[in-house]
């Protein structure tokens, strides 16, 4: 045994043993996410556990443990879902109280627009005071034709009065703006533009909200009435129902379909219910825009500090200070970027905007409070490092040969850097600017308190003019795990949604460091190459 | 063809440009370091007076008070007369002569809400309620005082002067203590009582307390004049003080003794507790915000803040206690003012000076003089500006700019005794639910914190960062080189991703299965034996190309069971070793308590994130390591261990080093992880099972609260300052040890 | 060729060695008399460096490396499968062709192989950190700054300090691998009488690309070409009687 110890073997095992461990977290974290986030719009069987109580239990098997302390014994958790009619989604079934386990074919789920899903047998068809009998088939029929309906509503609320509010505000700002200047004739005139407008844009109001509660009316003819699992019978609005499905009856077929459209929502729908259902949507857009501003920010600068630091920086005591301040960009807490994110550009750049252009609308801020740009500036001070390194190691690969060539036919420096070293340098900066957005894109905390929110209620890019709204709020693929991880207030239900969006980060952020790595590597080896 | 004189100045123009590019990350390093100290230096400056004006009035003045914009100013006459004054230009806007007044004088007043209490030279006392109404008239702010009288009330039955008086009102009940030139204390209190059936009902006690003083107890003939030698026995009430509870009654007397009333029970007041608190006369009494501390003036200018503490030893089972000593005075303390907005005062003493204290960190902040003795001093509603009156008869107004009184050295790192508190504490509480909520902002509980996560966090990830780099360094093969990038991708994973699963997953995992974790690595040393053993009985062809350095893959499905086993027996291993609950044994046995989102996981969690970067820059300093001295001391002999420990090791420390110092800093500066992995409960302990909150998790939590400019604003802009100067340093320090050792290698 | 060797020490018979699929040494045969210096020379990639490598084992830290053939040193052969490599590397010292020192202190660099094998008494180092040191001519120049760092040494200096290295395990055979050829003049010069008074206590082999060297301090010279002993025998006879044409074309400078 000393002898073994002697060799040191064992050690070496012990090392290796740690990177073992390190390989295996990473593969476990990764599998976990994977598992979790890929599992969650599968449908699941629907169970029904008539009790030894007598009372009846039915919904989606979410997950079955044993009991803690009490031997051999195990129990279910049930997504029951008609969370307005029993007031929780999940309940805890002990196997013990089980008398009779069944999976009714007919039984069907209903995905609401609002107060999640319902779980229930189909009874009839309400259109007004009678109730008729109605197949599924004919309901699916319904459903899509009640979705014409539902888009026309969401185009009158959204569009139609989203744009009536958007030009009120903007004339009210002006007539505050007029009101603040000297009164003449002039002044005079505009503001009375500006009241005719405004009038005519209260009488277009009235028609359009007249409009809609004939639409509303309307889409609450018909309604679905379904029994649910006590017995009890639900009504519901059909344009209310996103989709329905009968999950025992679905084949593997039906599922994958179901399962494609489920995923294909997520990605592509806004939120609903407190972010815990729907889609991520403007998350992803959101996230996609600032990490594109941010980049147009920081590769200017990463690159002229790369330049300066490889071609134009002798070894003296500001190129020595430039690299001090590099690694230190890299290495100060994010937190502290935010913070001087919300002291600096927010407080003192953006007041400052504030008060010299949108002094209309003070008190309230436009410029002077969180927003995407201020994000997006923030996360390129924090990403420029990032730029430097990758931009320098591609800077080395134009070779010494290649630049004396160059300024040998009677180049200037900035000739030769221009026309030689920056083409040579592109893949790095490439590089570089990939593993920055990268970055940016898991970066979360200095983006709390720059402008990130729960739910924004327009995208920072749309049709009113100037299309681009820098000043905007917006969502964040990292900050909506936060929230409805940590502060939403129905954690339990939204969880398996949060595995699904830290899936779609992962994927994001492995996929842009994955292609960096790749890049790199192949720099590397036109570097050796050229080198030789 | 561009000319050369283009083409040269193109060249120098890009020259100027670049550089002045390059030097753009010195300038946004500085301007970070610089912003935020600017933000931060604010916090602990002292007061200043930004603006001073003085008034000469006509008469002597007893009482004064002003509006909440501090443009007008209502003095009282002491023959009776309120007069409102404009403060910007001395005129006088509204008089008033008391009518119910007579042709008594006043001796005393007290002040409240918006009403005066005046106590007359014969024993009567009228309440003069005031108002400020505003109205705006084409964007001109116009302020109207009202006054309105109350009828005379006849208070002391022998019609002797009121030396000092007191008034507080609650909902439903009213009481008036004053005390009489001939010393007697008299307490006059009304209570309206509803009954059952919404009748209101109205009660009256009147009470001569004199007795309660002299240690006699209740007096029995409450309207009856007591003995003369009992009077002569009884010290001099010279201050009163009441809280808005109606309940404790504070009187201050010659001998510099402090009495401590009950008074809930109207009519059967009792002594709670009588101390020395100061040697000579007390001379002032005044509670700060909230009537919770007093502060105690005396003959010699002390100036000491009290307060009743929790205290086993006695009956009442709480003790008036000394809390704060601020800055004396030279000569008698004669009136405290409190401010309306947080627990600051004024003090003016008879020599003149009048001092701007802040009780909670005990410093004075401004000290402003008038000419003569002060007659009556106040604090404007919004602790901006101070108002006194002295005996020439000059009214004083000083405009006071005090951001923040309540941040010094000793606030922010030290412990402080907090109202409510047994004794001094580091606590960190910036939000109360009222007013007059005293904010807690020591930093220590949370640098503690992020000490605490950052340690559990470095002991998990430096070993295993550095051995695994160890390893894959010096014995991995090299066709398993390709691992590196894997890890490397692990340092890529956003962190916000490590703390939802460390909260949500893992947080509840490890509850769940505890015992496994501890033990976990006595069966990984198990497998590992089996492993090595089972490595040597593999047949060579087996083996095939990796003879050696495929231990780590080797090694893979063995940890896996031994992670399964441990998870398997950890039922049975809290059943052996912890008496069947494990929490229960933690709290019984070591008297830890377990909460589910603990320093283990959020350690465990930050390790994950900073093993990546310890690995990687440790890997490199070792990998660079030069294959000669390898080779050397392979040659000497030495095992293929002995040579990683004493040579590789050795050389590469400085490497080694700053990978370490570098995740050091990685952690100290973590956020989301911490922000979800823990309870982010601020509190200092080192029990592992507990959680914390970290200086950068607090500022996430907070700052968005936080209005700009204001104390708690400038105090995360601290933690934030703190923040960067450790990771400053610590990347410096880093950064220069790793060029030491290039040039290092370079000689080798 | 055949020529007796007296007193041998290494017998090195029939040895072939590939790099993968090149053959870097032919079917080498040759013998190492105890207590003298035994010398290779040759052209640079001749093998000569890699056949000095095959007597300590130091081959095997290279991927694919295949040998044939024996090395024996006291008649056992070094690559049997029960031989202790660290054991082995412990009789048969090396000396490399750049200055290695550890980036330690002189004295520990010394006693870095006594250290590793175990011992850890004090003034046993010590006394073993002297004699080597001695015994590589150092002593004087370092014997009052036995704990500077050893990078601080002149390259001469830092040479002998890893011969002194070598030496302080006591070893029975000490391999030097163009011990001076990043060497000035003078520090070769004191090297080379080192050498000679090495080899009252040591076998010593030597490879060496200069043939003064091997001309002045060897007792038996091997001349190596493309991977082939093409000659063997006494120093002496080498140089002034070679048989062999390339061995000549070699040493009168018609040739490398």
Not at chain 2, 49 to 76: P, Y
Not at chain 2, 312 to 320: I, N, T, Y
Not at chain 2, 673 to 691: E, K, Q, R, S
Request: hydrophobic residues 45%.
């Amino acid at each position: 045994m000393k002898k073994i110890l002697k060799t040191g073997t064992p050690y070496i095992w012990l090392t290796a043993c740690m990177l073992t461990i390190s390989l295996l977290m990473i593969g476990g974290l990764i599998l976990l996410i994977m598992v979790k986030g890929l599992g969650v719009f599968w449908p699941h069987e629907m169970v029904r556990f008539v009790l030894k109580d007598g009372s009846v239990v039915m919904g989606e098997i979410a997950k079955t443990e044993s009991i803690p302390h009490i031997k051999d014994t195990y129990r279910t958790k049930l997504k029951i879902g008609n969370r307005d009619a029993f007031g929780l989604d999940f309940q805890w079934v002990d196997h013990e109280a089980v008398a009779r386990r069944e999976y009714p074919p007919d039984a069907l789920a209903f995905e609401r627009r609002e107060w999640g899903n319902l779980y229930g047998f189909l009874k009839g068809l309400k259109v007004g005071e009678n109730t008729k009998p109605i197949s599924e088939q004919e309901l699916e029929a319904l459903i899509k034709e009640s979705y014409a309906l539902y888009k026309k509503i969401r185009h009158v609320e959204k569009r139609a009065i989203g744009n009536i509010n958007y030009v009120m505000e903007k004339n009210r700002l002006t007539l505050r703006r007029l009101q603040a200047l000297p009164s003449n004739a002039d002044t005079q005139e505009k503001v009375n533009d500006i009241q005719v407008d405004v009038n005519r844009l209260e009488s277009l109001y009235h028609t359009q909200e007249n409009l809609l509660a004939e639409l509303y009316q309307e889409a609450r003819k018909q309604e679905v009435v379904v029994t649910i699992s006590d017995g009890r019978e639900r009504t519901l609005p059909v344009f209310q129902i996103i989709r329905m499905y009968a999950p025992n009856k679905m084949g593997v077929f039906a599922k994958v379909g179901f399962y494609i459209s489920k995923f294909w929502e997520f990605v592509s729908a806004e939120p609903r219910e407190a972010n815990t259902e729907g889609g991520i949507f403007p998350a992803i857009f959101g996230t996609v825009m600032m990490v594109f501003i941010m980049s147009i920010a920081v590769v200017p600068l990463g690159v002229l500090t790369a330049v300066y630091l490889k071609e134009y920086a002798g070894d003296n005591i500001i190129s020595r200070l430039v690299r001090i301040s590099v690694s230190n960009l890299a290495g100060v807490p994010s937190i502290v970027f935010g913070v001087f994110g919300l002291g600096f550009f927010i407080y003192f750049i953006g007041g400052g905007i504030d008060s010299l252009f949108y002094s209309e609308s003070l008190p309230t801020p436009t410029f002077g409070t969180g927003g995407i740009l201020w994000a997006s500036l923030t996360l390129s001070l924090l990403t420029v490092p990032v730029v430097v390194v990758a931009t320098e190691e591609g800077l080395s690969s134009a070779s010494k040969s290649v630049r004396e060539g160059s300024y040998a036919l009677g180049a200037t420096k900035f000739e030769t850097l221009w026309r030689v070293v920056l083409p040579q340098a592109t893949p790095g900066i490439l590089t570089g600017t990939i593993l920055s957005m990268a970055r940016a894109v898991g970066e979360v905390a200095p983006l709390m308190i720059t402008g990130v929110v729960k739910l924004a209620p327009s995208l920072p890019l749309d049709s009113h003019y100037p299309f681009v709204h820098l000043e905007r709020k917006f969502m964040h693929l990292g900050f909506h795990i936060y929230d409805v991880g940590f502060q939403s207030p129905n954690v339990e239900a939204a969880v398996p949604m949060v595995y699904t969006t830290t899936l779609v980060l992962v994927i994001t952020v492995l996929t842009l460091n994955i292609s960096a790595i790749l890049l790199r590597n192949r720099l590397r080896k036109w570097y050796n190459s050229s080198a030789m | 063809m561009k000319s050369i004189k283009r083409r040269r100045f193109t060249d120098k123009a890009a020259h100027w440009v670049i550089k002045l590019g390059g030097a753009a990350v010195i300038v946004v390093i500085l301007a970070l370091f610089i912003f935020i100290f600017l933000e931060v230096y604010p916090l602990l400056k002292d007061a200043r007076v930004i603006d001073k004006k003085t008034f000469l009035l006509s008469e002597s003045v007893i009482a004064l008070k002003t509006d909440d914009q501090q443009e007008i100013a209502c003095v009282l006459y002491k023959k009776g007369l309120v007069e409102f004054i404009s403060l910007t230009d001395g005129a006088v806007i509204k008089k008033h002569p008391l009518s119910g007044l007579g042709n008594a004088l006043i001796t005393s007043v007290d002040m409240a809400d918006n009403h005066l209490f005046i106590g007359t030279d014969d024993g009567r006392l009228l309440t003069v309620a005031l108002s400020f109404s505003e109205s705006f008239d084409q964007g001109v702010r116009i302020i109207s005082p009202e006054v309105s009288e109350e009828e005379p009330l006849c208070f002391d039955d022998q019609k002797k002067p009121l030396k000092s008086i007191i008034c507080k009102k609650s909902d439903s009940a009213r009481v008036l203590i004053a005390s009489s030139e001939d010393g007697r204390l008299l307490l006059r209190a009304t209570e309206e009582t509803t009954s059952l059936f919404g009748r209101g009902e109205k009660k009256e006690v009147v009470q001569d307390i004199t007795g309660l003083i002299s240690g006699a107890g209740r007096n029995d003939a409450p309207h009856l004049s007591p003995p003369d030698e009992r009077l002569a026995m009884t010290p001099a009430v010279t201050s009163l003080a009441l809280d808005h509870f109606l309940e404790n009654l504070y009187v201050g007397a010659s001998n510099g003794e402090l009495f401590h009333f009950n008074i809930s029970d109207k009519e059967n007041p009792y002594l709670v507790e009588k101390i020395k608190a100061s040697d000579t006369a007390i001379t002032a009494l005044g509670f700060l915000l909230g009537d919770v501390s007093l502060v105690v003036g005396d003959q010699r200018g002390g100036i000491n803040v009290w307060m009743r503490v929790r205290d086993e030893a006695l009956a009442s089972g709480w003790a008036l206690k000394r809390i704060h000593t601020l800055k004396s005075h030279n000569a008698a303390v004669i009136a405290i003012a409190p401010s309306f907005r947080d627990k600051g005062f004024l003090t003016a003493a008879s020599d003149g000076t009048i001092n701007l204290n802040h009780a909670t960190s005990e410093q004075t902040l401004l000290t402003i003089t008038t000419t003569a003795k002060p007659a009556t001093i106040v604090f404007s509603p919004k602790a901006n500006g101070a108002l006194a009156v002295d005996e020439n008869n000059t009214l004083y107004l000083w405009h006071i700019s005090n951001p923040h009184p309540e941040t010094t050295l000793k606030t922010l790192f030290g412990r402080v005794w907090y109202e409510g508190y047994e004794k001094p504490e580091f606590v960190w509480q910036s939000t109360g639910g009222t007013d007059d909520f005293e904010p807690k902002l020591s930093l220590t509980p949370l640098i503690f914190g992020t000490i605490k996560g950052t340690m559990y966090a470095m002991l998990f990830a430096v070993p295993v960062g550095v051995l695994a780099a160890l390893y894959t360094s010096q014995f991995l093969h090299k066709t398993l080189k390709p691992i590196k990038p894997v890890i490397e991708i692990m340092a890529a994973l956003p962190s916000v991703v490590l703390g939802f699963l460390a909260g949500l997953w893992l947080a509840p995992l490890i509850e769940k299965i505890f015992p496994a974790i501890i033990i976990f690595p006595l069966f990984i040393l198990l497998f590992i034996s089996f492993a090595i053993f089972l490595w040597n009985y593999i047949p060579p062809a087996f083996k095939g190309r990796y003879k050696h350095g495929a231990e780590a893959l080797f090694l893979i499905p063995f940890i896996i069971i031994a992670a399964y086993v441990s998870i398997q027996l950890s039922g049975y291993c809290e059943h052996l070793l912890f008496s069947d609950d494990y929490r229960r044994w933690l709290n019984d046995i070591l008297g830890l308590r377990y909460d589910q989102r603990n320093a283990v996981v959020v350690g465990f969690a930050i390790g994950f994130a900073i093993i990546p970067l310890i690995f990687t820059i440790s890997e490199d300093a070792m990998n660079n390591v030069p294959k000669s001295l390898i080779s050397a001391s392979l040659a000497l002999g030495a095992t293929p261990w002995q040579t990683a420990m004493r040579v590789v090791l050795p050389t590469a420390s400085p490497g080694v080093f700053s990978a370490i110092m570098i995740g050091f800093g990685r952690a100290v500066g973590e956020t989301m992880i911490v922000l979800m992995a823990t309870g982010n409960t601020p509190i200092m302990d080192w029990n592992i099972f507990n959680g914390f909150r970290a200086l950068a998790a607090n500022i996430a939590v907070e700052i968005p609260e936080a209005p700009m400019g204001g104390t708690l604003y400038r105090t995360l802009f601290l933690a934030a300052m703190l923040l960067f100067i450790t990771t400053f340093l610590v990347n410096t320090v880093a950064e220069t040890v790793r060029q030491k050792m290039k040039r290092r290698y370079s000689k080798l | 060729m055949e020529i007796l060797i007296p007193d041998q020490i290494v017998n090195v018979i029939n040895l072939s060695l590939y790099y993968g699929k090149t053959k870097a040494l032919k079917e080498i045969t040759l013998d190492v008399s105890k207590s003298k210096i035994t010398s290779f020379i040759g052209p640079s990639g001749c093998g000569k460096s890699t056949l000095i490598r095959c007597i300590n084992r130091m081959n095997d830290l290279i991927e694919d490396v295949k040998i044939e053939g024996e090395i024996k040193i006291d008649g056992c052969d070094i690559y049997a499968p029960d031989v202790d490599v660290t054991e082995l590397r412990k009789r048969v010292g090396m000396v490399f062709q750049k200055p290695n020192p550890f980036p330690k202190s002189i004295f520990e660099n010394v006693i870095y192989g006594p250290r590793v094998l175990g011992v850890k008494n004090k003034s046993v180092l010590k006394d073993l950190c002297e004699k080597a040191l001695k015994r590589a001519a150092l002593w004087d120049d370092v014997k009052e700054r036995l704990h500077v760092n050893a990078l601080d040494l002149s390259g001469g200096q830092q040479q002998r300090l890893c011969i002194a290295r070598a030496i302080a395990m006591e070893p029975e055979i000490v391999l030097l691998d163009e011990p001076c050829s990043a060497l000035d003049p003078i520090a070769t010069s004191k090297i080379e009488d080192m050498l000679v008074e090495l080899k009252k206590h040591y076998t010593v082999i030597i490879v060496t690309h200069n043939m003064q060297q091997a001309a002045r301090i060897s007792d038996y010279t091997g001349f190596f070409m493309l991977g082939k002993l093409m000659e063997f025998n006494v120093t002496t006879e080498i140089f002034t009687n070679p048989r062999e044409k390339a061995t000549e074309d070699y040493i009168t400078g018609r040739f490398g």
